[in-house]
């Protein structure tokens, strides 16, 4: 049999990387490259993990080396690394702030700020962002909660429970996340919180960062790319409500205000502010923000 003149290159094997994120409508471009094979394109092979637990969990998972990079609230990620997690930031994903709705359960009498005061909070875990915005929002309103008025409800399933019954409590979570429990009577929302900084980022273990920079780099391109297409999409808030399970008129209103990192690059200032908040709240751990962030802390890819 006559030999091929051009025999067809070898297909180089792709690089595993694994992620974990929450699974909220803040990902979409993750999960919209993982359906169309754009990660693979890029010679990675992407694994997803949905941890509905949130940032505390997952920082747990990349100390752990169980997943390789996460997609953290900002406030979780750097409380976490000047904790000891031996990771950094390598990008924003998106660029603006978090809706935190303040909820509560909508048979109690709490209808107000001003009926918090002393009420426990309901968090999903210890270090957290909805422990860390629990102590910024007590803080912000004058009252300082000890570690004995924070219950672990594991997730948003676990909050709700919580909060239909027993005692009153208060639960922060992203507000279109909650927003069914809160049209279905489940939950009022008394109040919102909403920091100033970018609120999701993402981050990866060291050793991987100094054995795949350059997956990552690919990984990060494909994500901006699926981002900058959704919010080009006139019928991207039909496609949010229907997989997520928002109102149509609530998927409008979000993705009215939410705006994905296209561009690249980290914001150092915004990355600082956190660390001094965290350390108002007494949360920065071991490490001090004041020497040098930016060295402790990102990587930018």
Known sequence: MPVPKHRPAEEKPLVPLRIAGVPEHFNL????????????????????????????????????????????????????????????????????????????GAHTELHAPADLRGVPFAISH???????????????????????????????????????????????????????????????????????????????RNEVIEAHAREIQLTLKVVRDQARGLMAKRTAPEMIAQRYGLTLEDAREWFRGVRWNVAGGIDEAAVRTVAMVLQGVGMTGPRSPDAAPAELLLKPL
């Open 29 to 104: 471009p993750w999960h919209l490259g993982l359906e169309r094979r754009a990660f693979v394109r890029a010679g990675v092979e992407l694994k997803w993990r949905t941890v509905p637990e949130g940032t505390g969990a997952m920082c747990k998972l990349l100390r752990n080396g169980e997943v390789d990079m996460a997609v953290l609230v900002m406030e979780g990620a750097v409380r976490d690394i000047l904790g000891g997690n031996p990771s950094r930031i390598v990008s924003q994903f998106v660029d603006t702030p978090l809706n935190w709705g303040v909820h509560v």
């Open 126 to 204: 210890m270090n957290s962002g909805s422990h860390l915005m629990a102590l910024s929002y007590a803080q912000q309103h004058g009252w300082s909660p000890s570690e004995k008025d924070f219950i672990v409800v594991n997730d948003l399933k676990g909050a709700v429970a919580r909060l239909k019954s027993s005692g009153p409590a208060i639960f922060l979570w992203e507000k279109y996340i909650t927003a069914a429990h809160v049209h279905s009577g489940e939950l009022r929302r008394v109040d919102e919180h909403r920091p100033t900084w970018p609120c999701f980022v993402v981050v990866a």
